[in-house]
């Protein structure tokens, strides 16, 4: 079987191989790849990490079963767990030794072998392309939504940005009832955004104070919940719009680190709460709601599995909306 190999020397360092096709042993699967998906963390693995499989998200089909696994069988259609041994509970350190396409080999292969825990089935309906957005940026949207101050009908949320978590946000943001605020550089992206459900849209490029446009936004009181993918450059922002009592899930650092002065957690009583995926009993539960309610992810482009440092080049553009996607 093919796979895309991670060489150290950047996207362009990345080549196929053929490798023996992986058997499972007991208490492990086979899955055929149909589709993978990029995010923002790819990008920096692929900066330094040597001899191995990237990505974190993917979809597919069984293809082989294990001794002693039960609930799964042939043709079954599935998408691999970010954390392969995070099942459910607190996230703990040892997590972080199974994290696809980081410490162990990712998706990007045309078969993987994973344990049988280590996957969820997909929705009802969906395809390989669609399934393999969701191990990363949609369930980490989730647990901000859910995990923390649980977000309800009415509350505000604020998202920043259009990429792959932002976008699954405002969509289950809606989903749950809650008014979004979405922001990007892009009017024609938030346009995108409106279409989509987004209440109020705020370009930061023409308005750099944006936070003061959230809290007018919602009459002063500020943002239920602050969905922060930007980081350092973009946090006392986010601080200084959220309610009094209210959270910020702190996911990426997009925008790079600078010194923060935490102040104003303290004076409003915010919480702050690192947000890193999620668990197999919470992709799970949200798999359970997209079901129940008929969301579809936002794909931005696909690219073939030839193309992938093109697909690469164009997540690291930033141009795209939702999620880049590659085919198998």
């Not at 599935?78 to 041994?85: K, L």
Request: net charge negative.
């Amino acid at each position: 079987m093919r796979a895309q190999i991670l060489t150290g020397a950047g996207i362009t360092g990345l080549e196929v191989r053929e490798l023996p096709a992986p058997e499972p042993g007991p208490g492990q699967i086979a899955v055929r790849v149909g589709a993978t998906s990029l995010n923002f963390r790819d990008l920096l693995i692929a900066r330094s990490a040597t001899d191995r499989i990237p990505l974190s998200d993917g979809a597919g089909t069984v293809v082989g079963v294990g001794e002693g696994v039960s609930g799964l069988s042939v043709g079954d259609r599935v998408a691999g767990c970010f954390f392969q041994h995070w099942t459910e509970g607190r996230m703990q350190a040892e997590y972080h030794d199974a994290a696809l396409g980081g410490s162990v080999d990712g998706m990007l292969a045309e078969t993987v072998v994973l344990p049988s825990h280590g996957v969820v089935r997909q929705p009802v309906g969906w395809t390989d392309l669609q399934s393999a957005t969701l191990p990363c940026a949609a369930l980490t949207a989730w647990n901000a939504l859910v995990e923390g101050q649980r977000i309800l009908p009415g509350s505000t949320v604020l998202l920043l940005g259009t990429g792959g978590v932002s976008v699954f946000g405002l969509q289950l943001a809606k989903m749950l009832g809650a008014r979004t605020i979405i922001t990007s550089s892009s009017d024609e992206k938030l346009e995108r955004m409106r279409s989509l459900g987004a209440d109020v849209t705020i370009n930061y490029r023409t308005t750099p104070e944006w936070q003061v446009e959230v809290l007018e936004a919602t009459g002063g009181l500020g943002a239920d919940l602050v969905i922060e993918v930007g980081g350092g450059q973009t946090l006392a922002q986010s601080m200084s719009c959220t309610r009094f009592g209210g959270e910020i899930a702190l996911i990426g650092m997009v925008s790079g680190q600078a010194p923060i002065d935490p102040f104003p957690l303290l004076s409003r009583s915010v919480n702050l709460r690192g947000v890193y995926v999620g668990s197999r009993r919470m992709f799970q539960e949200m798999i359970t709601a997209i079901d129940a309610n008929g969301l579809e992810p936002v794909i931005d482009q696909i690219f073939d599995f030839d193309d992938v440092q093109a697909a690469y080049r164009h997540l690291r553009g930033q141009t795209h909306v939702g999620k880049v996607v590659i085919s198998l």
